[in-house]
Antibody, heavy 119, light 113 residues
Framework: EVQLVESGGGLVQPGGSLRLSCAAS????????MSWVRQAPGKGLEWVST????????NYADSVKGRFTISRDNSKNTLYLQMNSLRADDTALYYC????????????WGQGTLVTVSS | DIVMTQSPDSLAVSLGERATINCESS????????????LAWYQQKPRQPPKLLIY???TRESGVPDRFSGSGSGTGFTLTISRLQAEDVAVYYC?????????FGQGTRLEIK
């Protein structure tokens, strides 16, 4: 069974940094692209970033480009999201998601970790 | 960026009836390399993460009931729930995953009439 468990969320002041982690189990982690998707309170889904299984390429939403960095450690089955220069509008539940393998659709999701940016 | 627009924003359907949700992309999401439409549908129930229902516009994810079906090509897509059940109450999202950013639609809230 695929399990994705996010951690690292919390309360941070504007301009601060956080690093989110997503621990994966039940899969050959390096076989799959992984993504971060966020959801502001009461709002819809916003794709944040995607990284290929081998880490060969990455993509970012314009809203986070230059501030957030996605990375992965395939030896630890863990995906990361380094978030710098955080703003109030980054406040959201951050989901880690695994691609379907045959496509970039998101087949498995974690429960999310909440990031709150506030002074 | 490709803009995904869903209609309607909310929908109320009687139990056992058909529900139809539309998704329009601002440009084609047909992949030139696969000749498939890079369009997925997700279901999100309250206080739960999204669940993948459909990918490649019409391929049902394993374990998804066959009352859920996807159709369309190019820029226009539809999610159909053929016989609405109470557990289908949720918000539904489309997403294109061909071209970064992998944009989502704004969501459609489905309720029971």
């Amino acid at each position: 069974e695929v399990q994705l468990v996010e951690s690292g969320g919390g309360l941070v002041q504007p301009g601060g940094s956080l690093r989110l982690s997503c621990a994966a189990s039940g899969i050959i982690f390096s076989d799959y692209g992984m993504s971060w998707v966020r959801q502001a309170p009461g709002k819809g889904l916003e794709w944040v970033s995607t990284m290929a299984g081998t880490g060969g390429f990455t993509n970012y939403a314009d809203s986070v480009k230059g501030r957030f960095t996605i990375s992965r450690d395939n030896s630890k089955n863990t995906l990361y999201l380094q978030m710098n220069s955080l703003r109030a509008d980054d406040t959201a539940l951050y989901y880690c998601a695994k691609t379907a393998g045959s496509s970039w659709a998101l087949a498995n999701w974690g429960q999310g970790t909440l990031v709150t940016v506030s002074s | 960026d490709i803009v995904m627009t869903q209609s309607p924003d909310s929908l109320a359907v009687s139990l056992g009836e058909r529900a139809t949700i539309n998704c329009e992309s601002s440009q084609s999401v047909l992949s030139g390399s696969t000749n498939k439409n890079c369009l997925a549908w997700y279901q999100q129930k309250p206080r739960q993460p999204p669940k993948l229902l459909i990918y490649w516009a019409s391929t049902r994810e394993s374990g998804v009931p066959d009352r859920f079906s996807g159709s369309g090509s190019g820029t226009g897509f539809t999610l159909t729930i053929s016989r609405l059940q109470a557990e289908d109450v949720a918000v539904y999202y489309c997403q294109q995953y061909c071209y970064a950013p992998h944009t989502f639609g704004q969501g459609t809230r489905l309720e029971i009439k």
